[in-house]
C-alpha cells in the first residue's frame, strides 16, 4: 500500500536547473573516485535511447512515486535523512511513497533512493527527467550509487544496485551518472552555478555534511558582507534555529523589529545602538533565507515576506539617517541634506528599476550577465556596502560624511547600471537572447 506523502510548503521559487545543456553520458564504463585515492569500475550497458528534457519542471514521463532503500539513522540537520528525502521529492510532484516490498508488483517508472542519502535540490528535478540515470555520489565517499530513475520494469534492478554499493553492476537500461553530468549545475533560483552534491555522510564526516549543505543555499550574485564575513556566524545560528524548531518567518519576524529599532535610533542620531540593530537586521536576513533553504521549510508567504522588508526599508534608514545628523554637530544645511538624500533615494528606486527593465526586457538579471557584473554586485550601492559606508562615518565622529559617501558611491553606481543596461540592450539586438555566464559549462 503507498504512503502518502505529508503535505509540504510550496517552495517559494521555482528550481531551473540548465537542462537543456544536459550532456548525458551515456558510458559503458565509469569510472569513480574512492575515498582513497583509488578507483573503482562501475559496468554499463551502452544505451541507445534518446535522454529528453524539459528545462522546466519535470517531464511527462516523469514518476510520481518513489521508494526509499534502506534505513537511515543519522541525522542531518535534525532530521532524518529520510524525512528530508520525502520533502524534497513531494515538492518536486513525487506524491507516493512505496515500501520495497511492493517493488516486485510495480510496473512503471519509479525514483529509486537509498534512504541515508543527501541530495542538493536541483538534483532531484534533474534525476526525474532522465530515465535509467543512476546517480553516483561524489564528496568525501565518491562513485557510490545513490538513486535510480527506474523505467518500467527496472524497479527490482535498480533497488539490487543501490544495495550494492560501490562497484555494482549496473543492468542494460539503466546508466552511471556524476551530479556534474545532470544538467543541473546552474541554478537559476540562487542565480549561481555548482556541482550540486550528492552524498552519503557517515558520523565522520557530518559536520563538513552540513556545511557543504549550508554554503549550497548561498546565491552566486551578493555582497561583499553576505559572502564574506556572514557565512560562518550565520551557520551556527541557523544551526541553532534548526535545533530550536525556529520557523524562518519568525527569524524575519525579529529581522522586522530591528529594521523598526534602527529607523528610530537613526532618527535620534542615536548611532551606536542604531547601527547594532541595523546589522543584526542584515545578519537575521541571511539566516532566515538560509534556514528556509536548509531545512525545506521555503514558502511563498516567507518568500513575499522577506522580500518586501529587503526592498522596501533601505530608503527610509538613509532618511532617518539624514534627519537624525539635524540632532548633532554635524548637521548638514537644509540644501546639503535635499540633494544627498535625493540622490540616495532617487539612485535606490532607479538602480532597480533598471534590475527590473533587464529581467523584463532581456530576461536575465544584469548581475549575472558577465563576470565583472557579478562582482560589481560585491559592492554596488545597495544596503550592506552602505551600511559599511555609514558605520565607517560615525566611527570616525563623522556621520555627515558617511551619509555623503552613500549619495555620492550610490550616484556613482546609478551610473555604471546605466552603462551595463545600455551595453546589454546592444549586445541583445546583436545576439539575440543573453545567456548568463554561469550557465557557460566550465
Not at 557517515?202 to 553576505?226: C, H, I, N, P
Not at 524575519?252 to 547601527?275: C, R
Not at 536576513?285 to 526592498?311: C, E, M, P, Q, W
Amino acid at each position: 500500500m503507498a504512503d502518502p506523502v505529508p503535505a509540504v510548503p510550496a517552495i517559494a521559487a521555482d528550481f531551473a536547473p540548465d537542462f537543456g545543456r544536459a550532456d548525458f553520458k551515456k558510458e559503458s564504463l565509469v569510472r569513480a573516485e574512492t575515498e582513497t585515492g583509488t578507483s573503482q569500475n562501475i559496468s554499463a550497458q551502452d544505451s541507445s535511447a534518446e535522454q529528453t528534457s524539459t528545462g522546466q519542471g519535470q517531464g511527462p514521463e516523469a514518476p510520481r512515486t518513489a521508494c526509499l532503500i534502506g534505513k537511515g539513522a543519522l541525522e542531518i540537520w535534525f532530521a532524518t535523512p529520510e524525512d528530508r528525502l520525502r520533502r524534497s521529492f513531494a515538492a518536486a510532484g513525487v506524491d507516493c511513497f512505496i515500501p520495497e516490498s511492493e517493488l516486485a508488483g510495480e510496473n512503471q517508472a519509479v525514483i529509486l533512493v537509498r534512504a541515508d542519502a543527501v541530495i542538493d535540490t536541483p538534483l532531484v528535478k534533474a534525476l526525474l527527467n532522465a530515465p535509467g540515470a543512476v546517480l553516483l555520489s561524489n564528496g568525501d565517499h565518491a562513485g557510490i550509487p545513490l538513486a535510480v530513475h527506474a523505467p518500467a520494469g527496472l524497479a527490482e534492478a535498480g533497488a539490487a544496485v543501490l544495495q550494492s554499493g560501490q562497484g555494482a553492476q549496473v543492468p542494460e537500461g539503466l546508466w552511471p551518472v556524476r551530479s556534474a553530468e545532470l544538467g543541473a549545475s546552474y541554478w537559476e533560483a540562487l542565480r549561481k552555478r555548482e556541482e550540486p552534491y550528492a552524498l552519503l555522510p557517515d558520523r565522520k564526516t557530518l559536520a563538513a555534511t552540513e556545511w557543504r549543505m549550508f554554503m549550497g543555499t548561498y546565491k552566486g550574485a551578493t555582497d561583499l558582507v553576505t559572502k564574506w564575513l556572514w557565512p560562518r556566524p550565520a551557520f551556527y545560528v541557523t544551526r541553532l534555529c534548526a535545533r530550536l524548531d525556529i520557523s524562518p518567518n519568525q527569524v524575519t519576524a525579529v529581522s522586522l523589529v530591528a529594521v523598526i529599532a534602527a529607523f528610530y535610533w537613526f532618527w535620534e542620531g542615536n548611532w551606536l545602538p542604531g547601527l547594532l540593530a541595523a546589522w543584526l537586521m542584515t545578519f537575521l536576513d541571511t539566516v532566515d533565507g538560509k534556514l528556509a533553504r536548509i531545512t525545506l521549510r521555503s514558502s511563498k508567504f516567507g518568500n513575499v515576506f522577506d522580500h518586501s522588508i529587503d526592498l522596501i526599508h533601505p530608503p527610509f534608514w538613509y532618511v532617518a539617517w539624514g534627519l537624525g545628523l539635524q540632532h548633532g554637530a554635524h548637521a548638514l544645511d537644509s540644501g546639503a541634506l535635499t540633494l544627498a538624500l535625493s540622490v540616495i533615494v532617487a539612485g535606490y528606486v532607479l538602480q532597480r528599476v533598471i534590475e527590473g527593465i533587464a529581467i523584463w526586457r532581456l530576461g536575465l538579471e544584469i548581475h549575472i550577465w558577465r563576470p565583472v557584473d557579478t562582482w560589481f554586485r560585491l559592492v554596488t550601492a545597495r544596503r550592506n556596502p552602505n551600511l559599511v559606508l555609514l558605520t565607517l562615518g560615525a566611527a570616525l565622529g563623522r556621520p555627515d560624511l558617511g551619509l555623503i559617501a552613500v549619495a555620492v558611491w550610490t550616484a556613482a553606481c546609478l551610473l555604471l547600471h546605466v552603462l551595463q543596461l545600455f551595453q546589454a540592450m546592444a549586445a541583445a539586438r546583436g545576439r539575440g537572447r543573453l545567456r548568463s555566464w554561469m550557465t557557460e559549462p566550465r
